[in-house]
């Protein structure tokens, strides 16, 4: 047989005999699985989705050696919602999770790490948002969870609510170099490009939101390479997604949680397999985020069953089509502003949103959905409709549970504001059609920005025209009020409180607000009455101003009964350890009350700009009675740093050296008061001269009466 044809009947043979046959993937069991979630990243943002902005060298290198899904769609464009999808591969009709506020994830939901910690895998996390700490349920399962947000402020601030990602980053690689098995389950969560839009400098681009991409991809690359100085990098499965997108204006939305429209819905999927098995291959045909979770437990070769999303495994394998119906929700605008909900399917690169004015779009003619189809394709809508109905028939949302102020105000510092909407069980049938509102949305975020830059008379003229189209904005009101109490109106600020109350009598923060003005204007009856209402709703914040008016009463029983009731409710109140100490105090009880105290300031540390008065100063004069002068003078040093003009700390320092035989520095700590105090005051004087006597120092105390009177001569005190 000549040579050639030999060759080419031995080609044939082996083409015959590989005919059919598919490269396995996976399972890989035991292989580390690293999951990494951006937050509010648009995957049309993305290079690797052919976007021609942006610098995201890190996920480049990865996609090239990875799947990358081209159309993935959240679920819900909320951080905790998506995130419940994603960790547990359920829709949000079936976690029960439909908004960032009120809702918890059951403690018995079989989160992806649970499942993976019941397979024998370490579970570890790290999260950058308030949204995501472990009171919401999403830490289920998670050996590790770092949720240890830096505060700085009382709740008012972008940096108390989330944290620079390189700390998130560090936090789960220390946690993966402390594993010695490489079968572990990672979850890393950046927020980066969240809102505000500001990068470091050497990310800084045209687009703002870019430079916050590119910025998550150097912490993407970050937490890389220390897997891969592990040696572990190409033994991992490697899944990187986002949870939503952002609006940038699309639809008139500049960030997220009201439209369901592409830019909020659509997320990249980029998906490493051990060896980069079927690197640089981009997968066609709509998935959800459940999808993913089904996703990772089949490769790790885990049961998968009970949940909404299906693997895709096999097709990836087989290289056969996927194509999911993907269902998404938004209860937001219901939930907190009155408007319709909304509810959409993409199907076949169609997608329907059911609203007061139904949409349809052809996601392939019309990525930028710019074509309401709603009108000319009634087959399509009819079954895209049935197709919906389906999905949620029978799941009636749970309403939310009762909400804490400071959650609320954290989250509003993240951006998401709105309060006492409608119902969650409302059919949404004559709600107002949220694209219709979504203006007069942006508008009030207008006004907040303004305020927060100072400008509190512009501000307090935008959220009257917002209220004038939007009365029962109660986030509107309350802004108002609090910007009218900020300039000294008073009477105004109660009236605009008062209609917050009128739209949801039960809201705890205006009970709250106006409990605290009250007392200051001297109304205690009213300032009862307004912080027994708002303890049934915020009962942790509710019951510390309980206590701080009866202590304003002289009845310190009570207060010390509604501090504890405080801090049950939540052991991180530290203004009730507080006024604990202040009790144990007044009571002679130095050892308690210097427990109570140091508590207080440990848990202050989270909110370091607020200033608490004598908090330091309290803990040093028990530490001084119980013979730890030391201590007693670092803590009478630290009330001074914090508020120089203490005239408890001058006194309790001057009187602290005066027993240790330092009369001189006794002398300079009393008459530094003065000296420290912007404006001095008679009674400022009166403190040094009255000081000055205790210590035995008379003619201290004539020296200082004198200039006393030559500056106040006509206080009595110094005749």
């Given at each position: 047989?000549?040579?050639?044809?030999?060759?080419?009947?031995?080609?044939?043979?082996?083409?015959?005999?590989?005919?059919?046959?598919?490269?396995?993937?996976?399972?890989?069991?035991?292989?580390?699985?690293?999951?990494?979630?951006?937050?509010?990243?648009?995957?049309?943002?993305?290079?690797?989705?052919?976007?021609?902005?942006?610098?995201?060298?890190?996920?480049d290198q990865l996609s090239r050696d990875a799947l990358v899904f081209d159309d993935v769609y959240s679920h819900a464009p909320l951080t905790l919602p998506s995130h419940a999808s994603l960790l547990t591969g359920a829709l949000p009709l079936h976690h029960g999770i439909r908004d960032n506020l009120g809702y918890t994830l059951a403690s018995d939901t079989r989160t992806l790490a649970a499942r993976f910690k019941a397979a024998g895998y370490a579970t570890g996390g790290a999260v950058s948002a308030y949204v995501l700490r472990r009171q919401t349920g999403i830490a289920n399962g998670f050996d590790f969870f770092d949720d240890a947000i830096?505060?700085?402020?009382?709740?008012?601030?972008?940096?108390?609510?989330?944290?620079?990602?390189?700390?998130?980053?560090?936090?789960?690689?220390?946690?993966?170099?402390?594993?010695?098995?490489?079968?572990?389950?990672?979850?890393?969560?950046?927020?980066?490009?969240?809102?505000?839009?500001?990068?470091?400098?050497?990310?800084?681009?045209?687009?703002?939101?870019?430079?916050?991409?590119?910025?998550?991809?150097?912490?993407?690359?970050?937490?890389?390479?220390?897997?891969?100085?592990?040696?572990?990098?190409?033994?991992?499965?490697?899944?990187?997604?986002?949870?939503?997108?952002?609006?940038?204006?699309?639809?008139?939305?500049?960030?997220?949680?009201?439209?369901?429209?592409?830019?909020?819905?659509?997320?990249?999927?980029?998906?490493?397999?051990?060896?980069?098995?079927?690197?640089?291959?981009?997968?066609?045909?709509?998935?959800?985020?459940?999808?993913?979770?089904?996703?990772?437990?089949?490769?790790?070769?885990?049961?998968?069953?009970?949940?909404?999303?299906?693997?895709?495994?096999?097709?990836?394998?087989?290289?056969?089509?996927?194509?999911?119906?993907?269902?998404?929700?938004?209860?937001?605008?219901?939930?907190?502003?009155?408007?319709?909900?909304?509810?959409?399917?993409?199907?076949?690169?169609?997608?329907?949103?059911?609203?007061?004015?139904?949409?349809?779009?052809?996601?392939?003619?019309?990525?930028?959905?710019?074509?309401?189809?709603?009108?000319?394709?009634?087959?399509?809508?009819?079954?895209?409709?049935?197709?919906?109905?389906?999905?949620?028939?029978g799941a009636k949302p749970a309403e939310p549970g009762p909400i804490s102020s400071e959650a609320r105000e954290r989250l509003k510092s993240l951006g998401y504001i709105g309060s006492a909407g409608a119902p969650a069980s409302t059919a949404g049938a004559g709600l107002p059609n949220p694209n219709d509102q979504i203006a007069s949305f942006e508008e009030f975020k207008r006004g907040l920005a303004l305020e927060e830059t100072g400008r509190t008379s512009e501000a307090i003229d935008v959220y009257r025209r917002v209220l004038a189209m939007n009365p029962r904005m109660l986030d509107a009101w309350q802004s108002l009020a609090r910007a009218?109490?900020?300039?000294?109106?008073?009477?105004?600020?109660?009236?605009?409180?008062?209609?917050?109350?009128?739209?949801?009598?039960?809201?705890?923060?205006?009970?709250?607000?106006?409990?605290?003005?009250?007392?200051?204007?001297?109304?205690?009856?009213?300032?009862?009455?307004?912080?027994?209402?708002?303890?049934?709703?915020?009962?942790?914040?509710?019951?510390?101003?309980?206590?701080?008016?009866?202590?304003?009463?002289?009845?310190?029983?009570?207060?010390?009964?509604?501090?504890?009731?405080?801090?049950?409710?939540?052991?991180?109140?530290?203004?009730?350890?507080?006024?604990?100490?202040?009790?144990?105090?007044?009571?002679?009880?130095?050892?308690?009350?210097?427990?109570?105290?140091?508590?207080?300031?440990?848990?202050?540390?989270?909110?370091?700009?607020?200033?608490?008065?004598?908090?330091?100063?309290?803990?040093?004069?028990?530490?001084?009675?119980?013979?730890?002068?030391?201590?007693?003078?670092?803590?009478?040093?630290?009330?001074?740093?914090?508020?120089?003009?203490?005239?408890?700390?001058?006194?309790?320092?001057?009187?602290?050296?005066?027993?240790?035989?330092?009369?001189?520095?006794?002398?300079?700590?009393?008459?530094?008061?003065?000296?420290?105090?912007?404006?001095?005051?008679?009674?400022?004087?009166?403190?040094?001269?009255?000081?000055?006597?205790?210590?035995?120092?008379?003619?201290?105390?004539?020296?200082?009466?004198?200039?006393?009177?030559?500056?106040?001569?006509?206080?009595?005190?110094?005749?």
């Open positions: 047989m000549p040579r050639l044809r030999w060759i080419s009947l031995l080609l044939s043979a082996l083409t015959m005999s590989t005919c059919g046959r598919t490269t396995s993937v996976g399972p890989y069991p035991g292989a580390p699985v690293v999951l990494i979630s951006i937050d509010t990243l648009r995957a049309d943002h993305l290079p690797v989705y052919g976007y021609r902005g942006g610098s995201t060298p890190a996920l830096e505060v700085a402020g009382r709740g008012e601030s972008l940096s108390e609510s989330q944290r620079d990602g390189r700390i998130s980053v560090d936090a789960l690689a220390d946690w993966i170099d402390r594993r010695e098995s490489t079968k572990l389950f990672a979850f890393l969560h950046l927020y980066e490009p969240h809102t505000p839009y500001s990068p470091p400098p050497a990310h800084r681009l045209a687009l703002p939101y870019d430079g916050e991409i590119a910025y998550a991809d150097e912490l993407v690359g970050r937490l890389l390479a220390r897997i891969r100085n592990r040696g572990w990098l190409d033994r991992a499965i490697i899944a990187v997604v986002s949870d939503h997108g952002e609006g940038l204006g699309d639809h008139g939305e500049s960030e997220h949680g009201i439209l369901l429209y592409r830019e909020a819905v659509h997320v990249p999927w980029i998906l490493r397999l051990p060896g980069g098995a079927r690197g640089g291959r981009h997968v066609a045909g709509g998935l959800g985020l459940v999808d993913v979770a089904a996703t990772i437990l089949d490769l790790a070769g885990l049961d998968a069953a009970g949940l909404d999303g299906k693997s895709v495994r096999a097709s990836v394998e087989q290289q056969t089509p996927v194509e999911r119906s993907v269902y998404s929700e938004s209860l937001y605008p219901k939930l907190h502003f009155g408007w319709s909900d909304l509810a959409s399917v993409i199907e076949h690169k169609q997608q329907y949103i059911r609203g007061p004015k139904p949409e349809l779009y052809d996601l392939a003619a019309d990525p930028g959905e710019r074509r309401n189809l709603f009108g000319t394709q009634a087959a399509t809508v009819d079954a895209l409709a049935r197709r919906l109905d389906q999905m949620t028939h009218l109490l900020g300039g000294g109106q008073t009477r105004d600020a109660i009236a605009a409180f008062d209609k917050a109350i009128a739209v949801d009598p039960m809201r705890p923060e205006p009970h709250l607000a106006l409990a605290r003005i009250y007392a200051l204007e001297r109304q205690p009856s009213l300032a009862l009455q307004h912080a027994e209402i708002g303890s049934e709703r915020d009962p942790a914040q509710g019951f510390e101003i309980l206590a701080e008016l009866m202590m304003d009463a002289g009845k310190p029983d009570e207060a010390a009964a509604f501090a504890q009731r405080s801090l049950e409710a939540d052991r991180t109140r530290y203004m009730s350890e507080f006024l604990l100490g202040v009790i144990a105090q007044e009571r002679k009880q130095c050892d308690e009350a210097v427990t109570r105290f140091t508590r207080a300031i440990e848990l202050k540390k989270v909110e370091p700009h607020a200033v608490v008065k004598n908090l330091h100063a309290g803990l040093a004069f028990c530490l001084a009675r119980t013979g730890h002068p030391a201590d007693a003078e670092r803590e009478f040093k630290a009330e001074l740093d914090v508020i120089p003009d203490s005239p408890e700390a001058h006194l309790g320092l001057a009187t602290l050296y005066k027993t240790q035989g330092r009369a001189e520095e006794a002398r300079q700590a009393l008459t530094g008061l003065v000296a420290s105090t912007r404006e001095p005051t008679g009674d400022t004087y009166w403190t040094v001269v009255q000081g000055l006597s205790a210590l035995g120092d008379p003619a201290g105390a004539r020296d200082w009466a004198a200039k006393a009177r030559a500056r106040f001569p006509a206080d009595p005190r110094f005749r």
